[in-house]
């Protein structure tokens, strides 16, 4: 009798694999493993690291002693002055020079061999960027030599080793990362949009007012944000163009100075530090703002 039963089957429930494929977490998920350990291991530890180093002053005291010596000294704190003065117009310019740029170089049928030369300069590097503009823009350079051939002035204009020498330099080497940005909101916005409202009699200037810019404003919060980190990180340009001493003495300047002429690491950590929280408060001010603009979907991207 009990031979001719029929097997009875348990049932364990899924298996493991299953189940993590069903909370998310598939064989395509675990490709992103390698590099969260790589962010692990060359960012979170290196922040972790310094941010409680910090808080160990070297000559000892309490743990706030090294951002208190910080805001008590005018020569410390007001390199954050002098770096927003920098890195905020900067941004802005380069993002006023980069709109209409990319709203001209979309239409045109050589756009990847013109994108090529735009952004050439972030093949060059920092510092010989720098080095070009020493050698161009000095009292001996080619545009003080021309101005004053043609007789535009009577002796050499001073455009390095002061503010405007490391603003040319952010500009000519943050442009190109802030066009490519530019470029890729603006092809991304369906070009029917505009030929309707062109359609209803909007001229040029109605049609970027009410159509593109409300749509590019969540782009363009981002690529202000990602072109001030790199302007607000400003070091080779300040010390070869500017006035390491002076107008140009950013905090970079300062964290380095602290950590490699005075041997205090828990100095400059906590210079880096609070340099990074300016970085971050900027950055959440700008991305909390892009609602104030435009809070619909935004349905006119192509695809």
């Keep these: 009798m009990d031979a001719l039963a029929p097997a009875t089957t348990i049932d364990h429930g899924p298996s493991l694999r299953q189940r993590l494929a069903a909370n998310g977490f598939d ?10 350990i790589l962010s692990l291991l060359l960012f979170i530890y290196p922040f972790a690291f310094g941010f409680v180093l910090s808080f160990e002053p070297k000559a000892g005291g309490d743990w706030l002693a090294n951002y208190r010596r910080f805001f008590s000294d005018a020569f410390l704190y007001e390199t954050i002055a002098k770096t927003l003065w920098l890195a905020v117009p900067v941004t802005l310019l380069n993002l006023l020079l980069a709109v209409p740029v990319a709203f001209r170089v979309r239409l045109m049928r050589r756009q990847r061999l013109l994108t090529t030369i735009l952004v050439l300069p972030i093949t060059l590097g920092t510092v010989l960027v720098a080095e070009g503009l020493l050698n161009y823009l000095g009292p001996q350079g080619w545009f ?29 080497t943050g442009f190109p990362f802030t066009f490519l940005l530019t470029l890729s909101y603006v092809t991304g916005i369906d070009p029917a949009l505009e030929q309707a409202a062109a359609t209803l009699g909007a001229n040029a200037w109605q049609r970027f007012r009410h159509v593109y810019l409300p749509l590019l404003m969540p782009g363009f919060a981002i690529t202000f944000c990602l072109s ?3 302007a607000f990180s400003v070091f080779p340009s300040a010390v070869l163009l ?47 703002s892009r609602g104030l603009f435009y809070r619909g979907p935004a349905s006119g991207a192509k695809g």
């Excluded at 205090?264 to 929280?277: R, T, V």
Aim: glycine residues 8%; charged residues 10%.
């Design 27 to 36: 064989a395509v998920t675990l490709l992103v493993v390698p590099a969260a």
């Design 144 to 172: 003080n030599r021309t101005l004053m051939t043609f007789g535009l002035i009577s002796q050499p204009l001073k455009l390095v080793h002061n503010y405007w020498g490391v603003f040319a330099s952010l500009l000519i």
């Design 228 to 230: 001030f980190v790199q």
């Design 242 to 288: 500017g006035e390491p001493a002076g107008l140009t003495r950013v905090i970079s300047i300062a964290a380095a100075q602290a950590a490699f002429e005075e041997y205090d690491y828990s100095m400059g950590s906590a210079i880096a530090m609070i340099m990074g929280f300016v970085q971050l408060g900027i950055v959440v001010a700008v991305l909390a």
